[in-house]
C-alpha cells in the first residue's frame, strides 16, 4: 500500500508538471539504488516501477504529441485545471479522477481525434473522433488517473 500511494504521488506530481510546462527527472545516481551496495538497493522493485512511471510519461510526450514547442499551459480549457494546449490544433489533459473530462475545443473548428493515454501503464485506448467548435465531455475508461490526448483533424493519428 506505502509504495502504491507513492507511486500514485509521484505520477500526478511527474504529469502535472509536464503539463504545466516544465521538465521532470527522476535522479539515478548510485543514492537512488543503482549501486548494489547502497542502502536504497533494497527498494529496486519499488525504484524500478516508479521508472516505468517516468517512461510512460516520457514516451507519450516524444512519441505522441505532434508540436511540444508550440503548447502552453491552459488551465481554463479542461476540467481539473491541468491542460497543455495548442488550442485549435492539440489538446492535453491529465486528469486525477472522476468519470469524465470537460474540455472547452471552441477554438478548435471541425473534427479532431480523442484518445486516453494509461499512464500508470503506457497504453493507449482506441482514439474516438469528435468535434471542435464548443465544450464537450468525454467519458474516461474508468474513474482513475487518465491523460487525454485531442488532436486536431480527422485522419488517423500514427500512432493509432
Known sequence: QGDATLHDALMRLMWGTALAGAGFVVQNDASYGFDPRCAMAARSVARDAVL???????????????NLAAMAPC???????VC???????????????????????ALAGAALARFYNPRTG???????????????LNKPDS?????????????????
Open 52 to 66: 516505468d512511471l517516468e517512461g510512460h510519461c516520457a514516451r507519450f510526450f516524444n512519441a505522441s504529441v505532434r
Open 123 to 137: 497504453r493507449f485506448e482506441p482514439a474516438s473522433k469528435i468535434t471542435g467548435g464548443a465544450a464537450c465531455v
Open 84 to 106: 497543455l494546449a495548442e488550442p485549435g490544433h492539440e489538446y492535453v489533459v491529465y486528469s486525477q479522477d472522476g468519470p469524465t473530462i470537460s474540455l472547452d475545443l471552441s
Open 144 to 160: 482513475s488517473d487518465w491523460v487525454l490526448h485531442v488532436i486536431a483533424g480527422d485522419k488517423d493519428h500514427p500512432d493509432v
Open 75 to 81: 488551465a481554463a480549457l479542461a476540467s481539473g485545471g
